[in-house]
Protein backbone atom coordinates (compact mmCIF):
# COMPACT_ATOMS: atom_id res chain seq x y z
CA UNK A 1 0.00 0.00 0.00
CA UNK A 2 1.75 3.17 -1.25
CA UNK A 3 1.07 5.98 1.28
CA UNK A 4 1.19 9.75 1.32
CA UNK A 5 1.53 11.81 4.94
CA UNK A 6 0.76 15.12 5.21
CA UNK A 7 0.11 16.96 8.51
CA UNK A 8 -3.68 18.04 8.06
CA UNK A 9 -3.27 21.29 10.40
CA UNK A 10 -3.87 23.67 10.21
CA UNK A 11 -1.05 25.78 9.86
CA UNK A 12 -0.66 29.40 10.53
CA UNK A 13 1.23 31.93 9.80
CA UNK A 14 1.34 35.26 9.61
CA UNK A 15 1.21 37.46 6.51
CA UNK A 16 4.73 37.97 4.84
CA UNK A 17 5.94 34.95 6.83
CA UNK A 18 7.66 31.97 5.31
CA UNK A 19 5.05 28.54 5.26
CA UNK A 20 6.22 25.01 5.48
CA UNK A 21 4.71 21.96 4.00
CA UNK A 22 5.85 19.10 4.75
CA UNK A 23 4.89 15.77 3.19
CA UNK A 24 6.40 11.87 3.48
CA UNK A 25 5.80 8.79 1.27
CA UNK A 26 6.49 5.13 1.63
CA UNK A 27 6.95 4.25 -2.24
CA UNK A 28 11.11 4.34 -2.69
CA UNK A 29 10.45 3.68 -6.63
CA UNK A 30 8.66 7.02 -6.37
CA UNK A 31 9.79 9.27 -9.63
CA UNK A 32 7.47 12.30 -9.49
CA UNK A 33 6.29 14.68 -6.79
CA UNK A 34 3.77 17.40 -6.95
CA UNK A 35 2.35 19.69 -4.92
CA UNK A 36 -1.29 20.76 -5.71
CA UNK A 37 -3.47 24.12 -3.80
CA UNK A 38 -7.46 23.81 -3.55
CA UNK A 39 -9.08 26.24 -2.59
CA UNK A 40 -12.12 25.47 -0.32
CA UNK A 41 -15.29 24.09 -2.83
CA UNK A 42 -12.38 23.94 -5.91
CA UNK A 43 -10.44 21.11 -7.80
CA UNK A 44 -6.73 20.57 -7.33
CA UNK A 45 -4.12 23.12 -8.78
CA UNK A 46 -1.06 22.25 -9.46
CA UNK A 47 1.84 24.22 -8.38
CA UNK A 48 5.01 22.71 -8.36
CA UNK A 49 6.50 19.30 -9.50
CA UNK A 50 10.12 18.46 -8.78
CA UNK A 51 11.77 14.83 -9.60
CA UNK A 52 15.53 15.34 -8.72
CA UNK A 53 17.03 15.76 -5.01
CA UNK A 54 17.45 19.45 -4.15
CA UNK A 55 15.43 22.48 -4.29
CA UNK A 56 13.13 24.07 -7.38
CA UNK A 57 12.08 27.34 -6.59
CA UNK A 58 9.81 28.89 -8.86
CA UNK A 59 8.36 32.52 -7.51
CA UNK A 60 7.34 32.29 -3.82
CA UNK A 61 7.40 28.84 -3.91
CA UNK A 62 10.09 26.14 -3.13
CA UNK A 63 9.60 22.72 -3.37
CA UNK A 64 12.30 20.46 -1.72
CA UNK A 65 12.80 16.74 -2.26
CA UNK A 66 15.38 14.51 -0.20
CA UNK A 67 14.73 10.70 -2.00
CA UNK A 68 16.77 9.23 0.82
CA UNK A 69 14.63 10.70 4.00
CA UNK A 70 11.69 9.76 1.28
CA UNK A 71 10.80 13.47 1.94
CA UNK A 72 9.38 16.49 -0.10
CA UNK A 73 8.06 19.29 1.52
CA UNK A 74 7.17 23.23 0.28
CA UNK A 75 7.96 26.40 1.23
CA UNK A 76 5.78 29.60 0.64
CA UNK A 77 7.63 33.24 0.96
CA UNK A 78 6.36 35.98 1.95
CA UNK A 79 2.82 34.59 2.30
CA UNK A 80 0.08 36.45 1.35
CA UNK A 81 -3.78 35.49 2.66
CA UNK A 82 -4.70 34.09 -0.77
CA UNK A 83 -2.55 31.61 -0.04
CA UNK A 84 -4.56 30.09 2.38
CA UNK A 85 -6.06 26.85 1.28
CA UNK A 86 -5.15 22.93 1.43
CA UNK A 87 -1.99 22.20 0.06
CA UNK A 88 -2.12 18.24 -1.29
CA UNK A 89 0.97 16.28 -1.59
CA UNK A 90 0.83 13.57 -4.72
CA UNK A 91 3.42 10.82 -5.55
CA UNK A 92 3.85 9.19 -8.89
CA UNK A 93 5.32 5.98 -8.63
CA UNK A 94 7.60 3.75 -10.99
CA UNK A 95 6.04 2.31 -14.31
CA UNK A 96 2.27 4.31 -13.35
CA UNK A 97 0.84 7.47 -14.10
CA UNK A 98 -1.85 7.71 -10.92
CA UNK A 99 -0.75 9.81 -8.72
CA UNK A 100 -1.24 9.07 -4.53
CA UNK A 101 -2.27 12.20 -2.79
CA UNK A 102 -2.04 12.76 0.88
CA UNK A 103 -5.20 14.00 2.80
CA UNK A 104 -3.64 17.94 2.44
CA UNK A 105 -2.39 20.34 4.87
CA UNK A 106 -4.88 23.29 5.96
CA UNK A 107 -2.71 26.54 5.54
CA UNK A 108 -4.13 30.01 6.94
CA UNK A 109 -2.64 33.01 6.53
CA UNK A 110 -3.31 35.70 8.95
CA UNK A 111 -3.54 39.20 7.91
CA UNK B 1 -12.46 27.65 -22.39
CA UNK B 2 -9.42 24.94 -22.82
CA UNK B 3 -9.37 23.83 -19.25
CA UNK B 4 -10.82 20.05 -18.84
CA UNK B 5 -14.67 20.43 -18.82
CA UNK B 6 -16.87 18.10 -16.30
CA UNK B 7 -20.66 17.97 -16.84
CA UNK B 8 -23.12 18.15 -14.53
CA UNK B 9 -21.08 20.13 -11.55
CA UNK B 10 -24.11 18.67 -9.02
CA UNK B 11 -25.70 15.30 -9.23
CA UNK B 12 -28.24 14.71 -6.68
CA UNK B 13 -29.70 10.96 -6.43
CA UNK B 14 -31.29 8.26 -4.86
CA UNK B 15 -30.24 5.35 -3.72
CA UNK B 16 -30.09 2.61 -6.27
CA UNK B 17 -30.17 4.89 -9.46
CA UNK B 18 -27.61 5.14 -11.91
CA UNK B 19 -26.02 8.02 -12.67
CA UNK B 20 -23.60 8.82 -15.48
CA UNK B 21 -20.86 11.95 -15.74
CA UNK B 22 -18.89 13.41 -18.42
CA UNK B 23 -15.39 14.45 -19.17
CA UNK B 24 -13.79 16.53 -22.00
CA UNK B 25 -10.67 16.46 -21.52
CA UNK B 26 -7.83 19.75 -23.14
CA UNK B 27 -8.17 18.83 -26.67
CA UNK B 28 -4.38 17.76 -27.19
CA UNK B 29 -4.31 15.75 -24.04
CA UNK B 30 -4.35 12.07 -24.93
CA UNK B 31 -4.28 10.57 -21.50
CA UNK B 32 -7.68 10.84 -19.18
CA UNK B 33 -7.99 10.47 -15.11
CA UNK B 34 -10.40 9.71 -13.13
CA UNK B 35 -10.56 10.34 -9.21
CA UNK B 36 -12.80 10.49 -6.74
CA UNK B 37 -12.45 13.01 -3.45
CA UNK B 38 -14.24 12.63 -0.16
CA UNK B 39 -14.07 15.78 2.59
CA UNK B 40 -10.93 15.71 4.47
CA UNK B 41 -9.35 13.30 1.99
CA UNK B 42 -7.00 13.44 -0.99
CA UNK B 43 -8.39 12.23 -4.37
CA UNK B 44 -8.02 8.69 -4.85
CA UNK B 45 -7.33 7.33 -8.32
CA UNK B 46 -10.09 5.18 -10.25
CA UNK B 47 -8.99 5.22 -13.67
CA UNK B 48 -6.27 6.18 -16.59
CA UNK B 49 -7.19 6.20 -19.96
CA UNK B 50 -4.59 6.64 -22.91
CA UNK B 51 -6.33 7.36 -25.67
CA UNK B 52 -9.61 4.61 -25.65
CA UNK B 53 -7.56 1.85 -24.26
CA UNK B 54 -8.36 1.62 -20.46
CA UNK B 55 -4.72 0.74 -19.12
CA UNK B 56 -5.11 1.44 -15.28
CA UNK B 57 -7.76 0.33 -12.66
CA UNK B 58 -7.88 0.68 -8.82
CA UNK B 59 -9.38 -1.73 -6.82
CA UNK B 60 -11.52 1.27 -5.32
CA UNK B 61 -13.60 0.41 -8.97
CA UNK B 62 -15.98 -1.76 -7.98
CA UNK B 63 -18.16 -3.52 -10.74
CA UNK B 64 -20.84 -1.15 -9.84
CA UNK B 65 -18.55 1.56 -11.84
CA UNK B 66 -17.59 1.60 -15.57
CA UNK B 67 -15.57 4.12 -17.50
CA UNK B 68 -15.54 4.29 -20.89
CA UNK B 69 -13.59 7.01 -23.53
CA UNK B 70 -15.14 6.24 -27.14
CA UNK B 71 -12.90 7.28 -30.15
CA UNK B 72 -10.22 8.93 -27.45
CA UNK B 73 -12.12 12.26 -26.81
CA UNK B 74 -14.68 12.74 -23.77
CA UNK B 75 -15.38 10.49 -21.44
CA UNK B 76 -17.81 9.24 -18.92
CA UNK B 77 -18.01 7.58 -15.68
CA UNK B 78 -21.13 5.37 -15.17
CA UNK B 79 -21.93 4.15 -11.45
CA UNK B 80 -24.89 1.88 -11.62
CA UNK B 81 -26.99 1.37 -7.81
CA UNK B 82 -25.72 4.07 -6.07
CA UNK B 83 -25.12 4.07 -2.49
CA UNK B 84 -24.59 6.80 -0.21
CA UNK B 85 -20.77 5.70 -0.02
CA UNK B 86 -20.94 6.96 -3.22
CA UNK B 87 -21.05 10.74 -2.32
CA UNK B 88 -17.83 12.35 -3.46
CA UNK B 89 -16.60 14.77 -5.88
CA UNK B 90 -15.03 12.94 -8.54
CA UNK B 91 -12.66 14.74 -10.69
CA UNK B 92 -11.62 13.95 -14.17
CA UNK B 93 -7.97 15.37 -15.62
CA UNK B 94 -5.85 15.22 -18.63
CA UNK B 95 -2.69 15.17 -19.59
CA UNK B 96 -0.15 14.99 -22.77
CA UNK B 97 2.06 11.82 -23.04
CA UNK B 98 5.51 12.18 -22.63
CA UNK B 99 4.87 14.93 -20.12
CA UNK B 100 2.90 13.35 -17.26
CA UNK B 101 5.85 12.78 -14.65
CA UNK B 102 7.00 16.28 -14.98
CA UNK B 103 4.05 18.40 -15.69
CA UNK B 104 1.46 16.76 -13.37
CA UNK B 105 -2.34 17.14 -14.76
CA UNK B 106 -4.94 19.47 -15.19
CA UNK B 107 -7.92 18.92 -13.31
CA UNK B 108 -11.65 19.51 -14.08
CA UNK B 109 -14.07 21.54 -11.72
CA UNK B 110 -15.38 18.11 -10.64
CA UNK B 111 -18.51 17.03 -10.34
CA UNK B 112 -20.12 16.72 -6.96
CA UNK B 113 -22.58 13.41 -6.42
CA UNK B 114 -24.96 13.34 -3.41
CA UNK B 115 -26.48 10.37 -3.09
CA UNK B 116 -30.12 10.37 -1.00
Known amino acids: QKEVEQNSGPLSVPEGAIASLNCTYS??????FFWYRQYSGKSPELIMF????GDKEDGRFTAQLNKASQYVSLLIRDSQPSDSATYLC???????????FGKGTKLSVIP | DTGVSQNPRHKITKRGQNVTFRCDPI?????LYWYRQTLGQGPEFLTY????????KSRLLSDRFSAERPKGSFSTLEIQRTEQGDSAMYLC??????????????FGSGTRLTVV
Open chain 2, 93 to 106: ASSLAGYVGDYGYT
Open chain 1, 27 to 32: DRGSQS
Open chain 1, 50 to 53: IYSN
Open chain 1, 90 to 100: AVRGAGSYQLT
Open chain 2, 27 to 31: SEHNR
Open chain 2, 49 to 56: FQNEAQLE
